[in-house]
């Protein structure tokens, strides 16, 4: 649909955003996997790898279909929202009395870092990631020395 020269360079950096989301997921879900989490490395990879898919999808049909009025790329990432919003709210019931809903906000958060390397937003997706990756790590710590100063240790 695009011309060969273009085509080739419109894939190389599709390639590289899937590569990155990919990359980003999994330093998010190797932290999950080492907390001992259900969902791991494969899990964050595969979310934000798919999100950042169903953006350049989106974008590139945008373009390609640029003669029609209407087509929207932001409406598919909307959806990818509320799609993993729906995987996070089954994760969540999935483990009974013990909600996992950290593991759930991961899961959107990763999907918001494939979206992000989607769009070709990669500082932003990179931020994401470090920034969650504190939250994951750093936070846990902190909110468990919280819990045996103030006397509520038990999870």
């Known amino acids: 649909m695009f011309p060969p020269l273009l085509g080739a360079a419109i894939e190389s950096a599709s390639a590289i955003s899937l590569i990155a989301a990919a990359l980003f997921g999994a330093f998010l879900g190797v932290e999950r996997s080492l907390a001992g989490k259900h969902a791991g490395m494969r899990t964050y990879a595969l979310v934000s790898l798919g999100s950042c898919l169903f953006v350049i999808i989106g974008t590139l049909s945008s373009l390609q279909l640029s003669i029609f009025p209407g087509i929207n790329p932001l409406q598919i990432a909307a959806s990818i929202v509320i799609g993993i919003g729906f995987i996070g709210a089954g994760l969540s019931s999935m483990r009974g009395d013990h ?24 500082l932003l997706a990179f931020a994401a990631t470090a920034i969650s990756l504190i939250v994951f790590s750093v936070f846990a710590k902190l909110e468990r020395a919280l819990r045996v100063r103030y006397g509520k240790e038990s999870e």
């Open 99 to 122: 909600a996992e809903l950290t593991t759930a906000s991961g899961i959107w958060v990763a999907s918001g870092v494939g979206m992000a390397c989607g769009f070709g937003f990669y």
